[in-house]
C-alpha cells in the first residue's frame, strides 16, 4: 500500500508540473532560444527562483521524465519473458518508447521529438540524460545474467547508444534494429 501525499508534496508536484507544462508550449510557439527562464516562471506564475528550486536548467524543464525512463529500462530488462534476451528485450523497449509520434497520448509529442532533434542544446541534453542510465541498465544486466560487470557496462552503453543512431536514420526502427542484431549476434563480416 503507498502512503498518502501530504499536501506539500501535492503541491510541489503541482508546480513543477505547471512549469514544464508552460516550458513546453512557449517552446514549441516561440521556439527553445527565444524563451527565457523568466518567460516561463511568468507562465507559470511562480518566481525564477521558485523555477530553478524544481529544475537545474532551461533544458531540464523540457525532459522530466528522466527517472521513468531509468525505471523502464531496468524493467525491461528484470521483467523479461522467459527465453527472451537481455538485447532483444531492449532492443523491443527501445523501438516502443523512443520511435516516432505513436508513443505518447499528447498531440504535441511530434513537435515536442521535432523541437528536440532541432535544437542543439536539447538534443544534446537529452543524449547525456539518456546515457546517464548506463549504471543502472548495467547493474540490472549482471543482476539477471551474473555476466561480468565491463560486458554489461558495454551492453548497457551500446544499448542505449543505439537510439543515437537511429536519430540519424532515414529508418529509425531499422537502425535499431540493426544495432540490435549486431548486439545479439556479433560481427559476421559478409
Known sequence: MTEPIGRRERKKAATRQSLAEA???????????????RDIAEAADVSTT????????????VFDEEADQE??????????????????????????TRIGAGNSGDPRFGSFVELVRNTPALSEYAHRMWIRHQGALARAIADETGADDLRCTALARFALEASALADGADDRERAIGVAFDLLEHGWNAP
Do not use: M, N, W
Open 50 to 61: 521558485t523555477l530553478l528550486k524544481h529544475f537545474p536548467g532551461k533544458e531540464a524543464l
Open 71 to 96: 525505471a523502464h529500462l531496468v524493467a525491461a530488462v528484470r521483467d523479461r519473458a522467459p527465453g527472451r534476451s537481455v538485447p532483444q528485450a531492449l532492443c523491443a523497449h527501445i523501438k516502443r
Open 23 to 37: 516550458a513546453l508550449s512557449l517552446f514549441l510557439e516561440h521556439g527553445y532560444d527565444q524563451v527565457t527562464l
